[in-house]
């Protein structure tokens, strides 16, 4: 990881809805999700905040390095219809060598709808994609 990523940088991202990011868009396959009035999934404010952590620390990767999501505890506190713009603010709360935790929060321009903290692991991307294919081979074995 390159210098300069601090404690206390902060970084924004906004993200209009589209309507593809629902509850019922979430698990398409599930008839319980299904039902769910048209409002920005959970699991897709989620993601917001881990993309918007991505992007924070993109500049100050190394070539070669990228970042794993490692823990996230956060609540989704307002439902938000398609067409809002949430904004996803992250500030770097500590550096514990590769690992980094983030304040999160997001907001769809009339309520807070979520905050908590994330964490985020530097990993050498070819060692993790070794890993991974090793996985795959284990797991291709098993099901033969």
């Known amino acids: 990881m ?32 299904a ?3 048209e409002v920005f999934a959970t699991g897709f404010m989620v993601g917001l905040m881990e993309w918007t952590c ?3 620390m993109q500049p100050f990767l190394a070539p ?18 398609p067409g809002l713009t949430v904004t996803a603010t992250v500030e770097l ?7 980094l935790t983030w304040q999160v929060t997001a907001h769809d321009g009339l309520d807070e709808i979520g905050s908590g903290t994330h964490e985020r ?16 081979r284990r797991a291709t074995a098993v099901l033969e």
């Open 2 to 33: 390159r210098e300069g990523l601090v404690v206390g940088t902060k970084y924004t991202h906004r993200y209009v809805v589209p309507p593809d990011k629902t509850v019922r868009h979430l698990y398409a396959e599930s008839p319980e999700f």
């Open 93 to 99: 709360l500590e550096a514990r060598g590769r690992r």
């Open 64 to 81: 070669g390095e990228g970042s794993l999501g490692t823990a996230i505890s956060v609540t989704h506190s307002a439902a938000t219809p």
């Open 35 to 37: 039902t769910f009035p």
């Open 54 to 56: 991505v992007r924070a």
């Open 121 to 136: 692991a530097v990993v050498d991307l070819d060692r993790f994609t070794q890993g991974v294919e090793e996985k795959l």
